[in-house]
């Protein structure tokens, strides 16, 4: 999960003002991070209530970004505003221990003050995992997406560059989408084929709603052959969602890295998840600096 050992240290204060977390978990029997009415599973609604019981108070859980229903991540980031004060591992061991077996905190730290889960982000990076085989899967059920025809790698791997640098991406844009502008930096995206696996690697400074679900349908789209390697550019052009097909499923979607400036000493991810990150090669999964900082955030990584 981290590029470097982070152990549970009982040697240090943490508390008094913001505290940061990182955790994993898997989106299968959630309706999404966000606080939901009651009676619906929400990541947000069964982590605050852990971080509160350890804090003794009332916490406002902000995280890096929010995932869908049934969507998972392997490196999430969230923040809360604490009175009371422990040490690494009394937070880290006492949120697990109220936590359902489907959220697992890894860290804790004291953070810098101005540290802003959300927007102190400089990118953000996900794993889509594509099961194909003609056959659909019985163990791994909602941890991948299944499609049973064929997936020609190379022709989604070369359809895909068309999106990297910035684009307004309005064609890969939720209808529901609540974001001010649809413009974003396209770090870097790729398609590797594992064994009967396809994964969609890719990292951007921030994503739009859907937009890797939406990217993921049309690169299928293309893997199989119904549409030509250069639709995607053509569909990016257009800025019209009615163009790019179908939304994958959110099942085989991971946030697996969220990246910040150095000054706030987040530890970096080794990207995941856990049962992908063997497939690559070490460097494959190390953290990608980012070529492209928004005006809004420092310039120093």
Request: proline share 6%; net charge positive.
């Given at each position: 999960m981290f590029l470097s050992p982070q152990p549970l240290t009982t040697d240090n204060a943490i508390g008094n003002g913001r505290v940061v977390i990182i955790f994993e978990y898997d989106g299968r029997r959630f309706h999404g991070w966000q606080h939901q009415k009651s009676g619906v599973r929400s990541v947000q609604s069964e982590l605050t209530k852990a971080v509160a019981k350890v804090a003794d108070h009332p916490v406002d859980l902000v995280c890096a970004g929010r995932t869908d229903a049934r969507v998972h991540?392997?490196?999430?980031?969230?923040?809360?505003?604490?009175?009371?004060?422990r040490n690494m591992?009394?937070?880290?061991?006492?949120?697990?221990?109220?936590?359902?077996?489907?959220?697992?905190?890894?860290?804790?730290?004291k953070a810098v003050d101005?540290?802003?889960?959300?927007?102190?982000?400089?990118?953000?990076?996900?794993?889509?995992?594509?099961?194909?085989?003609?056959?659909?899967?019985?163990?791994?059920?909602?941890?991948?997406?299944?499609?049973?025809?064929?997936?020609?790698?190379?022709?989604?791997?070369?359809?895909?560059?068309?999106?990297?640098?910035?684009?307004?991406?309005?064609?890969?844009?939720?209808?529901?989408?609540?974001?001010?502008?649809?413009?974003?930096?396209?770090?870097?995206?790729?398609?590797?084929?594992?064994?009967?696996?396809?994964?969609i690697d890719v990292q951007a400074n921030a994503f739009l709603h859907h937009m890797v679900r939406n990217i993921a349908g049309a690169l299928m789209a293309v893997g199989t052959g119904k549409e030509s390697e250069c639709w995607i550019?053509?569909?990016?052009?257009?800025?019209?969602?009615?163009?790019?097909?179908?939304?994958?499923?959110?099942?085989?979607?991971?946030?697996?890295?969220?990246?910040?400036?150095?000054?706030?000493?987040?530890?970096q991810a080794l990207c995941g998840p856990g049962f992908v990150s063997p497939w690559f090669e070490r460097e494959d999964n190390l953290p990608i600096k980012p070529s492209h900082i928004h005006p809004k955030q420092p310039a120093s990584i």
């Open positions: 991540s392997s490196f999430q980031i969230a923040h809360f505003d604490a009175l009371s004060v591992r009394s937070w880290v061991m006492g949120m697990n221990t109220a936590l359902p077996d489907d959220i697992a905190v890894h860290w804790a730290g101005d540290f802003h889960a959300r927007f102190s982000a400089v990118y953000r990076r996900y794993r889509y995992v594509i099961y194909n085989k003609p056959v659909r899967p019985g163990i791994q059920k909602g941890q991948v997406t299944w499609n049973f025809r064929p997936l020609d790698v190379g022709r989604m791997h070369n359809a895909a560059q068309a999106l990297i640098g910035e684009h307004d991406f309005s064609s890969f844009r939720a209808a529901g989408c609540q974001s001010r502008t649809p413009i974003r930096f396209m770090e870097r995206i790729s398609v590797t084929r594992c064994g009967d696996f396809v994964v550019a053509g569909v990016l052009a257009q800025k019209d969602r009615k163009l790019a097909g179908v939304t994958a499923p959110p099942d085989g979607l991971y946030l697996v890295d969220v990246g910040y400036p150095e000054r706030y000493g987040i530890p």
